[in-house]
């Protein structure tokens, strides 16, 4: 097939909005905070940093030069290596991934969607109501017209192509995202009884450690930072060879930590001062933010704050959306040979398809239950607690057993002084397949009723 020309990013600063916008999603602004209370504030968070500046780095590196080197998305890149169909399996599982979790997620980003809009017209007092939530999603019209309205919000920004589109938006909302962010936390952590939280959220107390903060952590890190999603990998084919890996990577981290922090500076003082820090409130789960969040803003009269609160998860969940959607996207472009129309146009079809059905899964399909989760959760489950374990175990045997570490090294070294390069070398060697199995273990004991995260 003759290779055609491919898309890449300006320079070091689009990559670095792009990847932070791919990093900084619904993982930071929904599930971290909601982990973070859950499992014991300041010492969930100080595990959380030590992973992401180990596990994560490594895994970050891993994905970008294998980018770089190639030039190709998931199949591609893992094809360049050879290592028989076993190991091009991982490429194939790579690049399904983001295929699977962009209908889902663009579903979640519709939720996102109906609560802006209730607030944008006055109805901060329905978004409060417990029932609200419950009957949208049990309103098969509803659910769809909101999922449609932030797929085509996600589509749109990919027909525009890598420059014009990926990181012209990135450099509008990822600034735009930081803005909002440090609004919402001003006002969170300035509400009467709020810095009880603060300290909960920031002060480690290890009589909150127990074995589930660390399995939380680790599959709250995996999930932030896109690892095994296919994303880093075809966003480091975009990137020039002038660029320095590492810099960028630690940009990134920080930025991804940073937004997960303020982000737990928003939520977290906010619920200490609506409910006391009371332990049912704390625990409420995924449920947080669009069950808890509106009675909070309620309570406190903040109708505009709400308004502030959903845009910036909305900007949140659509880099995020753009990113998934642009690796399944390069993935028909590289190995079809396809367009940059008919590429997205096809990725187009799947969201669409995948996404409605997991919408009917809240209303019509409610009775087809899957291990008995609903629709949506069962892609969850399937593509984060199965899919990309495997497929990050796989890109570690790549790098392990075919390519080696020196390959990697000698990529970094184009452009990067790599002066984490030992502890680097160290957590790819000894750590990163136990972590890797220890999330998949935790993910499967957790689906069988065994053990609850």
């Known amino acids: 097939m003759k290779d055609r020309k491919r898309g890449t990013f300006s320079g070091k600063l689009g990559y670095v909005l792009a990847t932070a916008g791919s990093a900084v999603g619904l993982g930071n602004i929904w599930r971290f905070p909601y982990l973070a209370a859950k499992y014991g504030g300041g010492v969930f968070l100080l595990i959380y940093i030590l992973l992401a500046v180990t596990f994560g780095y490594a895994m970050i590196i891993s994905e970008t030069a294998l980018g770089r080197m190639t030039g190709k998305s998931p199949i591609g890149a893992f094809r360049s290596f050879g290592g028989g169909k076993l190991i091009q399996a991982g490429g194939w599982l790579n690049a399904l991934i983001p295929m699977i979790i962009v209908p889902y997620y663009s579903v979640i980003g519709g939720w996102v969607c109906r609560y802006l809009w209730g607030y944008l017209t006055g109805g901060a007092a329905l978004m409060a109501d417990e029932q609200m939530f419950t009957s949208f999603l049990a309103s098969p019209v509803a659910t769809e017209v909101s999922f449609l309205v932030f797929a085509a919000l996600t589509m749109m920004v990919i027909f525009g192509g890598v420059e014009n589109g990926i990181e012209r938006?990135?450099?509008?909302?990822?600034?735009?995202?930081?803005?909002?962010?440090?609004?919402?936390?001003?006002?969170?952590?300035?509400?009467?009884?709020?810095?009880?939280g603060v300290r909960y959220f920031l002060i480690p107390d290890f009589h909150h450690f127990s074995l589930m903060t660390l399995v939380s952590a680790l599959g709250q890190m995996f999930y932030s930072l896109s690892i095994a999603m296919g994303i880093l990998?075809?966003?480091?084919?975009?990137?020039?060879?002038?660029?320095?890996?590492?810099g960028t990577t630690i940009q990134v981290?920080?930025?991804?930590?940073?937004?997960?922090?303020l982000a737990g500076l928003m939520v977290i003082p906010a619920v200490f001062s609506f409910s006391g820090g009371d332990a049912e409130a704390l625990g409420k789960g995924p449920s947080l933010m669009f069950v808890t969040i509106p009675k909070v803003f309620e309570a406190m009269g903040g109708a505009w704050i709400g308004i502030l609160f959903f845009a910036l998860v909305l900007v949140a969940a659509l880099t995020s959306s753009v990113s998934l959607a642009e690796s399944a996207c390069s993935t028909f472009e590289d190995e079809l040979g396809w367009s940059r129309?008919?590429?997205?146009?096809v990725v187009s079809i799947i969201l669409v398809g995948l996404g409605t059905f997991s919408c009917l899964g809240f209303n019509i399909l409610s009775g087809l239950t899957p291990l008995g989760m609903d629709i949506l959760t069962f892609f969850d489950f399937l593509t984060n607690s199965l899919m990309m374990p495997l497929a990050a175990i796989a890109i570690c045997f790549l790098i392990l057993r075919i390519t080696g570490i020196e390959a990697i090294s000698k990529e970094m070294h184009i452009s990067s002084r790599f002066r984490r390069e030992k502890v680097y070398i160290f957590v790819m060697r000894y750590l990163v397949i136990i972590l890797l199995l220890v999330i998949l273990v935790s993910s499967v004991l957790e689906a069988a009723g065994i053990i609850h995260i």
């Open 341 to 345: 129309k008919k590429s997205a146009a």
């Open 253 to 261: 981290e920080i930025f991804d930590t940073l937004i997960a922090i």
């Open 233 to 246: 990998i075809t966003f480091g084919s975009y990137m020039k060879k002038d660029v320095d890996i590492e």
């Open 169 to 196: 938006v990135s450099r509008f909302m990822m600034p735009l995202l930081a803005v909002l962010t440090l609004v919402v936390v001003i006002f969170s952590v300035t509400r009467p009884g709020a810095m009880e």
